[in-house]
C-alpha cells in the first residue's frame, strides 16, 4: 500500500514543525501506524539548514518521552510534488508556502492546511513562535501541537 506522506512547516524549522514532526511520529508509534506514514518537516526560511532542532524544544519535548531527531531545511517546489499533505504552523507559514507555489507553478498534488484547523482543546488559531519568548513557549506550543497533531491524524486515518 503506498505509504501517506505529511510535511510539517514553520519559519525556520527548528522549533514549531520538527516538534509537530516528532509529536506525529510518536503518535503513530503508539497507534502501530508508522509503516503507513512516511513523515517529515521542513522551514519557510534557510537561515538554519543543516541544524539541530532547537535545543530548547528539544528539551522540553524530551520531558514528555518525545525525541526531535530531525535536521532543518528548506521547502522546495519538489515538495508540492511528492507530499500528501502539507501542513503550516501559522498564517504566515501558510501565505508563504503558497506563495511558493504559485511562484514555482508547482502542481495541485498536495493538500496544503493549517495545523489549528485540527485543534480540540485549544482555541489558538495558530502555532505561536516560540524562538525569541522564555521557556515556557516552548511547554504551551508542544501542548497546542499534542491536541492538534493528534485531531490532523484522526482525520487522516
Ligand atoms: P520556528 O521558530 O519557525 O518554529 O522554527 C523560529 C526559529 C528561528 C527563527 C524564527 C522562528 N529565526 O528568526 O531565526
Known amino acids: 500500500m503506498k505509504k501517506i506522506s505529511v ?15 516528532a509529536i506525529f511520529i510518536s503518535l503513530l508509534e503508539k497507534k502501530a501506524l508508522t509503516d503507513r506514514f512516511t513523515v517529515d518537516s521542513a522551514g519557510t526560511g534557510s537561515w538554519h539548514i543543516g541544524k539541530k ?31 500528501d499533505y502539507i501542513i503550516a504552523m501559522d498564517n504566515s507559514n501558510f501565505r508563504n508556502i503558497l506563495d511558493l507555489k504559485n511562484r514555482t507553478s508547482s502542481s495541485n498534488f498536495a493538500s496544503i492546511q493549517k495545523i489549528q484547523n485540527f485543534r480540540s482543546v485549544f482555541n489558538e488559531q495558530e502555532v505561536p513562535d516560540p524562538y525569541f519568548g522564555g521557556n515556557e513557549g516552548f511547554d504551551y506550543v508542544l501542548d497546542i501541537l499534542e491536541d492538534s497533531v493528534g485531531g490532523f491524524l484522526k482525520s487522516i486515518s
Do not use: H, K, Y
Open 7 to 21: 510535511l510539517f512547516v514553520c519559519l525556520g524549522n527548528i522549533c514549531r514543525s520538527p516538534a509537530a514532526e
Open 53 to 83: 532542532a532547537d535545543s530548547r524544544m528539544r528539551i522540553a519535548a524530551e520531558r514528555r518521552d518525545i525525541n526531535i531527531l530531525s535536521r532543518a531545511r528548506q521547502i522546495t517546489s519538489n515538495d508540492f510534488d511528492v507530499f
